[in-house]
């Protein structure tokens, strides 16, 4: 396994009606989140970043152009049991956030090595659910994001 690089994507996926697809993680079941991952490279474009995790973790293929980039960006500190993934040393995560519309609820496909299931659940109901602060907060965001990109 190489080192993740500490810039990450967050990628909330919804449906019109702001219907909100969470994913349990494998590694630590019954946290939920919306879709994550650190940039491959350093020099690999954000949007980019985001359309591969979401095809990784769900199987939904979304054109860069179906993203919707918030311009919010967020830095935590990483996990004491995740910091072995990373370079030594490093403390910090920087993380950019993103939506992605789709129709409707759909079944996707889990990454078995990531995610354990996925669930669809209203916005107000889904935020609570996730253990991120970060994805709580995107998740509650989500209504005037939407509202904004439409007008």
Request: glycine residues 4%.
């Amino acid at each position: 396994m190489s080192l993740k690089i500490p810039v990450s994507v967050l990628v909330v996926i919804h449906t019109p009606a702001l219907d909100v697809l969470l994913l349990e993680r494998a590694i630590r079941p019954g946290y939920w989140q919306s879709v994550t991952g650190s940039l491959d490279t350093p020099d690999e474009p954000l949007e980019q970043a985001a359309v591969r995790e979401v095809r990784e973790e769900t199987g939904i293929v979304a054109a860069p152009a179906r993203l919707l980039r918030w311009n919010v960006i967020n830095t935590f500190r990483i996990w004491g049991e995740w910091s072995h993934r990373f370079v030594p040393g490093t403390t910090h995560n920087t993380e950019h956030v993103f939506s992605l519309e789709v129709a409707q609820r759909a079944p996707v496909a889990l990454a078995p090595d990531e995610h354990l299931a996925y669930l669809w659940l209203p916005w107000r109901e889904a935020a609570p659910k996730c253990f991120s602060w970060s994805n709580r907060e995107a998740i509650e965001m989500l209504p005037r994001r939407v509202r904004i990109a439409l007008a």
